[in-house]
């Protein structure tokens, strides 16, 4: 197998206060992956650590086997709807020009080829004739389309998503899900924070089910287990039952 994450003792807080608790797991290279649990669980905390977004209290981190500094490149993140400051003036192809900096360089301007392989990125999530509107204008759909066009020009082998499918239309859902499934057969790796159940079977191959610990990481229907998945959702039960009883 070749490791596309492995994590050895992780534990990460804020303000003294632990959100990441002994997290070791070790994921390989050309599958796509869920991480669930619920609301407040980690999951986001989990992604950022990875990328050393936030600084971690413990632990160690490789990604394709080398520490993060020698492959940032190679890792493409799409952050969280509300992470992203949506009022700030860039259009839509400036956005997805970005991904080309590892390539480009902060400090060069992008070339002719850049913006073609940008306007080609665009393209391929269907998007090309927005390429001027600014991205506040955009619906989130279109937004996390514009994020994953961004992406793709990043030319990433490693895919990390926070809840990509949040707030969006079933169009654009339907077409993010099947470039990260088309991503995937080319044996890039797919991480995906994801809240919707439902659909956890049919999009991935493998699932993470977080709750502060690493509760279980295995196939989906290792993972998808009532009494496996009551260790994470325990604590929202008596809502859950509140909700139920009030229909
Ligand atoms: P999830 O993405 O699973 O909903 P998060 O990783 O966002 O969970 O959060 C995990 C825990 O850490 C939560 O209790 C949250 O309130 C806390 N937390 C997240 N970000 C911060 C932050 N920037 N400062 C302080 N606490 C935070
Ligand atoms: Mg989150």
Redesign the pocket.
């Known amino acids: 197998m070749k490791p596309a994450i492995t994590v050895k003792d992780l534990y990460v807080s804020?303000?003294g206060?632990e959100?990441l608790h002994n997290i070791n797991f070790s994921i390989e290279q050309g599958k796509m992956y869920g991480i669930i649990?619920p609301?407040?669980?980690?999951?986001?905390?989990?992604l950022k650590a990875i990328l050393e977004l936030i600084p971690r209290d413990k632990g160690e981190i490789h990604l394709l086997e080398k520490p993060l500094r020698e492959i940032r490149k190679k890792i493409a993140y799409v952050p969280q709807r509300n992470d992203i400051d949506w009022t700030f003036p860039i259009n839509v192809l400036d956005t997805v020009i970005l991904g080309t900096y590892p390539e480009l360089g902060l400090l060069r301007r992008p070339k002719k080829h850049h913006k073609d392989w940008a306007f080609h990125c665009l393209e391929k999530v269907g998007m090309e004739s927005f390429y001027k509107r600014q991205i506040g204008e955009l619906s989130g759909g279109q937004q996390q389309r514009i994020f994953l066009a961004r992406a793709l020009a990043q030319k990433a082998e490693l895919f990390c998503l926070d809840e990509p499918f949040v707030g969006i239309d079933v169009t654009s859902e339907e077409m993010i899900v099947a470039i990260l499934q088309e991503l995937r057969n080319l044996g890039k790796t797919i991480l995906v924070?994801h809240h919707d159940l439902s659909k956890a079977d049919s999009y991935f191959n493998e699932l993470m089910l977080?709750n502060k610990e690493l509760i279980q990481i295995g196939s989906v229907s290792e993972v998808l287990k009532p009494d496996v998945m009551m260790k994470a959702y325990e604590s929202q039960l008596p809502f859950l039952q509140m909700k139920r009883g009030a229909i």
């Open positions: 804020y303000h206060s959100a649990g609301n407040g669980a980690g999951k986001s905390t989990l924070v977080l």
